[in-house]
């Protein structure tokens, strides 16, 4: 009797259409509209961290004055080399203040109305490079 009992007896596992890898980091992000749910998770949360950092002028955030990018202050200055290289400096300085990344190479470009940033960063937990491209519009602010 035990063994026809053992035998009649079905496990039926759960599947899931998305199956999440990893949680290691978790947030909420309100700003991107395609996704049905305000969390993002690892890779996406700090993506959004970093371009919110981007988004704040330095001088901005109470009781931080040191936070946020200069590039805002600088977009209709000259760009002479030594402001070129306050800004890939500040660029640096933002991405490597998050302790999930780190940068590999920053380049500046100059364009008609604003500077584009290339930043080739590497993901620290994840072992993952990417690049995140940021222009920085006098006319419509940070497009990313």
């Not at 080739?120 to 419509?140: A, C, H, P, V």
Request: net charge negative.
């Amino acid at each position: 009797m035990e063994d026809s009992l053992y035998k009649n007896i079905k496990v039926i596992g759960y599947e899931d259409s998305n199956p999440v890898i990893s949680q290691r980091y978790k947030g909420i992000s309100t700003v991107n509209d395609i996704n049905d749910s305000k969390t993002l998770y690892d890779i996406a949360i700090i993506k959004q961290d970093i371009i919110n950092h981007f988004h704040i002028r330095q001088g901005e955030k109470l009781e931080n004055p040191s936070f946020g990018t200069i590039i805002w202050d600088v977009l209709f200055e000259p760009l002479t080399e030594d402001l070129r290289q306050a800004v890939l400096d500040n660029v640096t300085e933002i991405v490597n203040s998050d302790p999930r990344v780190q940068v590999d190479s920053v380049f500046l470009e100059e364009y008609e109305s604003g500077l584009n940033i290339e930043c080739t960063l590497r993901y620290l937990n994840y072992n993952i490079s990417e690049k995140m491209r940021f222009d920085f519009d006098q006319n419509n602010g940070l497009i990313s």
